[in-house]
């Protein structure tokens, strides 16, 4: 019986390895399903494409006067030139970027045998384009029309609200609150950093422009091409970055 004892094999460690087994697995799982190097890559080249739109012909004002531009502009920008070509653009750029990045996660998924759930993602996007063709028009509405004391008390954030839609800047955000919530799908810590940092480029540059005191001469040309630049570089570098782990691994 001692001798039994002696030979019997040890499977007091079998449980925790068994453990150490299923995390590895899980982590390689979630590995092979990152696909975001081509959204990054994806909206940031269209981002970029958009900068000449931002440029404008002859010395701006520091404040464009209101332009009668349709609905369906809205992302443009009333204080820019070329708004309703820029928001024409972005229509098509938004919804065609969204759609493009779930055929991407489709195919990906079908050729690694694992996908990446992206409808939250793609439902963001089109919400939040929706959203950005009818908030200019509420904004203008309640600033406008409504009773004072309504128009006072909401003008913390209407106002800022209604310069970011203005300078043409709000499918920077639909873009960023997309990524965030692809980053969260895709948990992963990459995608993380360059939303957030892409975020943050976006509400700084509305930050300079919402609290300088810009006054009739102080802005050129190429001022508002700084809405497109700034933010770009950080989809594209995140973009290349991602690219090169995936071909790396």
């Given amino acids: 019986m001692s001798e039994q004892r002696e030979t019997a094999p040890d499977n007091s460690n079998a449980p925790g390895e068994i453990l150490a087994s299923v995390a590895a697995l899980r982590r390689r799982t ?19 494409m958009a900068a000449p739109l931002y440029v404008e012909s002859t010395e701006p004002p520091a404040l464009r006067a209101t332009q009668d531009n349709p609905p369906l502009t809205g992302l443009g920008g009333d204080f820019l030139e070329r708004s309703t070509t820029l928001g024409w653009y972005w229509l098509a750029a ?22 990446t759930p992206t409808r939250a993602y793609v439902v963001a ?8 063709l009818v908030l200019p028009i509420v904004l203008r509405y309640l ?9 006072n008390g909401t003008s913390w954030l209407t106002v800022p609200l209604l310069g970011i839609a203005n300078r043409g800047m709000v499918p920077h955000l639909i873009i960023a609150v997309g990524l965030l919530v692809l980053a969260r799908l895709e948990r992963s810590r990459g995608l993380t950093v360059v939303a957030a940092g892409y975020a943050a480029a976006v509400v700084l540059v509305n930050a300079y422009f919402q609290t300088a005191n810009f006054q009739p ?15 770009a570089p950080i989809l594209v570098i995140g973009g290349i970055i991602a690219l090169l782990n995936t071909v790396k691994r």
């Fill in 30 to 48: 979630r590995v092979a399903r990152h696909a975001y190097w081509l959204p990054l890559l994806l909206f940031g080249l269209l981002t970029a």
């Fill in 94 to 115: 938004l919804i065609g970027g969204y759609l493009l990045s779930l055929w991407w996660y489709r195919w990906h998924g079908a050729r690694v045998g694992v996908e």
């Fill in 125 to 132: 996007g089109l919400v939040g384009t929706l959203v950005g």
């Fill in 143 to 151: 600033l406008l029309n409504s009773d004072t004391v309504l128009r």
């Fill in 217 to 231: 001469g102080d802005l050129n040309r190429h001022s508002f091409l700084l809405a497109a630049l700034l933010p």
